[in-house]
């Protein structure tokens, strides 16, 4: 199945952990039948509201779970 018609995820905020820049916001993706990339996750985060370019993305990880795989990462907490 190519990027283009791979089924969109989206992004759900876990926590939130300190406050300004160096606050993170953490994420979790639902989960996805095929493997979860970057950009995905990027795509994920900008639709939830918090545009990487202005929040960052760190620590991306994806996990084969029941159903699936899954994906976790984080932002800071305030746009720079």
């Known amino acids: 199945m190519s990027s283009s018609t ?4 989206t992004a759900s ?3 939130r952990s300190g406050s300004g820049i160096s606050g993170r916001i953490h994420f979790q993706s639902s ?3 095929q493997v979860i990339t970057s ?3 990027r795509d994920a985060q900008a639709n939830a509201g918090y545009h990487p370019l ?9 996990q ?7 994906a ?5 907490a305030s746009c720079d």
């Open 72 to 76: 976790t990462w984080s932002c800071a």
């Open 31 to 33: 989960i996805s039948p």
């Open 54 to 62: 202005g929040y960052d993305f760190i620590g991306f990880s994806c």
């Open 64 to 70: 084969q779970v029941e159903g699936g795989y899954q």
């Open 6 to 9: 791979k089924a969109a995820i």
């Open 39 to 41: 950009t995905d996750a």
């Open 13 to 15: 905020i876990v926590r």
